[in-house]
């Protein structure tokens, strides 16, 4: 299994553009996760699916963000507008979402918001 | 809020040593509880992961301790290695739907050679 795929790695982007983050979760999970790491917050959940539907966004940290998932095997996570203070490192995660199953997490994406 | 307080912030321990990082929360539905290790550059991933009916697992040099009275868990890695350093994260989790996990603020260790 390729394991979760996010892309882009790294993307560096000036304030007020749009930015949107993509993944691809392991074939047969149905739940996913979107993360956000920095050194002041470490590492935050901002929205998860559960069988492609948003079941908690309350860590979404401003109407500026925005995540879909119109299928099992995508979801995007949206910034627009894009501010300095969103720098950080996006994780994708996702897991089969019952009892105990470990959750699987992306390379990240780096993001560098000037 | 749920939280899962999580010290030290940083850890040095000399080759051969013992690594020790210890947790805290304080919601009683959590039922599991995994730590996580993050290589920079890398996402986490699971290390090893305790259930409250049991006080202690083990596997290989890594060892989690549980004290469910004290709500607190601890990471022990015996015989730490160079290859150990990078950042442990504690997680704890209900039985809601997802199995949503619930991080501590991590401890970045580094094992001197």
């Known amino acids: 299994d390729a394991g979760v795929i996010q892309s882009p790695r790294h993307e560096v982007t000036e304030m007020g553009q749009e930015v949107t983050l993509r993944c691809k979760p392991i074939s047969g999970h149905n739940s996913l996760f979107w993360y956000r790491q920095t050194m002041m917050r470490g590492l935050e959940l901002l929205i998860y699916?559960?069988?492609?539907?948003?079941?908690?966004d309350s860590g979404m940290p401003e109407d500026r963000f925005s995540a879909k998932m119109p299928n099992a095997s995508f979801s995007t996570l949206k910034i627009q507008p894009s501010e300095p203070r969103d720098s950080a490192v996006y994780f994708c995660?996702?897991?089969?979402?019952?009892?105990?199953?470990?959750?699987?997490f992306g390379p990240g994406t780096r993001l560098t918001v000037l | 809020q749920q939280q899962v307080k999580q010290s030290p912030q940083s850890l040095i321990v000399q080759k051969g040593g013992i690594s020790i990082i210890n947790c805290a929360y304080e919601?009683?539905?959590?039922?599991?509880f995994p730590w996580y290790q993050q290589f920079p550059g890398k996402g986490p991933a699971l290390l090893i992961a305790?259930?409250?009916?049991?006080s202690e697992k083990k596997e290989g040099r890594f060892t989690i301790s549980f004290n469910k009275s004290a709500k607190q868990f601890s990471l022990h890695i015996m015989d730490s290695q160079p290859g150990d350093s990078a950042t442990y994260f504690c997680?704890?989790?209900?039985?809601?739907?997802?199995?949503?996990?619930?991080f501590g603020s991590g401890t970045q260790l580094t094992v001197l050679p």
């Open positions: 305790i259930r409250p009916d049991v």
């Open positions: 997680a704890a989790s209900d039985s809601g739907s997802a199995r949503q996990l619930t």
């Open positions: 919601n009683t539905a959590f039922d599991y």
């Open positions: 995660a996702s897991s089969r979402g019952t009892s105990y199953n470990e959750q699987f």
């Open positions: 699916f559960n069988n492609n539907v948003p079941i908690d």
